[in-house]
């Protein structure tokens, strides 16, 4: 091994994500971000109201901390402060400065009614004199004193340490004198619980949400992807055998996967015929040409043989050789066109052709080119009507319907063309009184290959193909072609198009033949040119002019 082949790394495989799984999380990612921008909202909504409620009880503790105080108009004391604040609780002063800081009452027992919001675990009442001395404080606070003129509730911390302190003034109602302060702080013990609760239970469901939506979404896209297990069968019966018969059953169910098996049987009936196509034409060629091939081969034996010396048979081989050869010429050229007969869908599956116009120009063609025999035309139509079909094609089948029409009228020449039109088809008809075709036959008579009497069919220079190519041509438009037929009285070929009902593609036809037909009227026979006049010659005089 060289160098460039041992620093060559082999890449690693690719880890496969099944459909089922990829919509299973997709489903789980998506359901759990829906639920928690939901819990988000839900936990800011209570959250706040919360919290506001927690603002509210403050406030309603200092307002009636100050309703119980305003009336001491001589001022505030230890004991006075107790008596309102704790009217059943016996209170003996404080005798020092450090036991006044330090909280004189500390008693958890509020007997009335209007102070049963102080007796809150989380609540911790504190009142001051105007100089800032604690004269009551029913538990520890660890915020520091704050004069404040007006009451204010403010929150102090952030996360699991927020407390929301509550200050305010406390005003004689006799004479409005300022008589000390109160602070009311809210540790939020039981909002810090409420949240932390809600914080846990969002998390559970989140974690429910993500493992049901999962679980949903897996056995969902298990149940409705089970058509796929069906399509990946087929495929693979038709990689083991592409000329299976194995087709997607039918899912019954009106949905995407639906249209996607009609569609992919569809491909797959299209590639069989393609296939039998194929097989067809190749079996073909091989068994027609056979028999010319054979004979070109006998008679250059012959002529190798003795034909060398001998003038006669030197001249018959090679005029057997020559029309052998241009048959085989001939069968070739319709084989390549049945075949191209078979694929219309491919290439002309947007081409347009006026069918009155294309019906008349071939009556006119064949009554001039077979002076002898008596053609007639029975046109329906009033006005122009446009078909899906491309115009060689069109013309193809009316020469060969007008062509086996002529061939086959040994007796009685006379042809009928006739075209008319219903609200969905227009149908052509070639009438001619020939030899006819017998019952028998008539079921067989476009297959390829296929004549009534092939003696006399291959002196009339026909392979059989001629009517396997008209039909292929009528039924690749979604056209259809019959034949009605009296032996020794002649036959009558049909064939029907549907009429054009495409706005756009009849637009763009109207638009191609308008233009055509201001071409064709302007334009001069070949080698004539528009006449000119010489600038310096004179104009004729009134007399010059040809009456």
């Not at 160098?3 to 459909?19: C, I």
């Not at 009507?385 to 319907?401: F, G």
């Not at 009438?431 to 003696?455: H, P, T, W």
Request: aromatic share 8%; glycine share 4%; net charge negative.
């Amino acid at each position: 091994m060289t160098g460039a082949d041992t620093n060559q790394v082999t890449p690693k495989p690719r880890r496969r994500w099944s459909l089922k799984w990829k919509w299973a999380l997709g489903t789980a990612i998506g359901s759990a971000l829906i639920f928690i921008c939901f819990s988000l909202l839900v936990y800011k909504s209570f959250t706040n109201l919360l919290l506001h409620q927690e603002q509210r009880n403050v406030a309603s503790a200092v307002t009636t901390v100050q309703q119980s105080l305003r009336t001491e108009s001589k001022g505030l004391t230890i004991k006075s402060v107790a008596a309102k604040l704790q009217p059943e609780a016996s209170v003996e002063p404080a005798t020092t400065m450090s036991e006044r800081k330090h909280g004189v009452l500390q008693s958890k027992i509020f007997s009335d009614s209007d102070l049963t919001a102080l007796s809150r675990t989380n609540l911790a009442v504190t009142v001051y004199d105007p100089h800032g001395n604690t004269l009551y404080l029913s538990r520890k606070d660890a915020h520091e004193f704050s004069k404040n003129k007006t009451r204010q509730v403010v929150l102090i911390g952030r996360g699991s340490d927020a407390e929301l302190v509550g200050r305010a003034p406390i005003y004689a109602a006799s004479n409005h004198r300022l008589i000390g302060y109160t602070q009311v702080t809210d540790n939020l013990a039981e909002y810090h619980s409420t949240t932390q609760n809600l914080i846990w239970i969002f998390i559970v469901m989140t974690m429910i949400t993500i493992f049901g939506a999962t679980l949903l979404g897996y056995f969902l896209a298990a149940f409705l992807l089970r058509p796929m297990r069906k399509i990946k069968q087929t495929i693979n019966a038709v990689n083991d055998d592409p000329q299976t018969d194995s087709r997607v059953p039918d899912l019954k169910r009106n949905d995407e996967l639906s249209d996607l098996a009609v569609v992919f049987n569809d491909m797959l009936d299209q590639m069989q015929r393609y296939i039998n196509q194929q097989q067809q034409f190749v079996e073909d060629v091989s068994h027609e040409l056979r028999t010319p091939v054979a004979i070109i081969q006998g008679h250059m034996e012959l002529l190798n043989r003795w034909g060398k010396d001998d003038p006669q048979v030197l001249s018959e081989s090679l005029a057997a050789s020559l029309s052998e050869t241009k048959r085989m010429q001939s069968l070739v050229q319709e084989m390549l066109d049945l075949s191209r007969a078979e694929q219309l869908e491919i290439n002309f599956s947007h081409e347009t052709s006026d069918v009155q116009k294309l019906v008349t120009q071939a009556f006119n063609d064949f009554t001039m080119i077979h002076p002898d025999f008596h053609f007639t035309f029975d046109d329906d139509v009033k006005k122009p009507v446009y078909a899906q079909i491309y115009r060689n094609h069109l013309e193809q089948i009316l020469i060969i319907l007008l062509d086996n029409a002529v061939k086959y009228s040994t007796r009685r020449k006379e042809i009928h063309l006739s075209l008319s039109t219903d609200y969905r088809y227009i149908e052509v008809a070639v009438q001619d009184f020939g030899e006819g075709i017998s019952k028998d036959n008539l079921d067989r008579v476009f297959n390829r290959f296929y004549r009534v009497d092939k003696a006399r069919s291959r002196d009339k220079g026909g392979n059989g193909l001629g009517l396997s190519i008209a039909q292929r041509l009528v039924e690749g438009y979604h056209g259809h072609i019959s034949v009605e037929s009296v032996v020794g009285q002649g036959s009558i070929f049909r064939f029907q198009l549907p009429i054009l009902r495409d706005a756009k593609l009849l637009a763009k036809a109207e638009a191609e033949t308008n233009d055509v037909e201001k071409i064709a009227k302007s334009e001069l026979p070949a080698g004539i040119r528009p006449a000119t006049r010489d600038e310096d010659e004179a104009p004729l005089d009134d007399h010059e002019h040809d009456h």
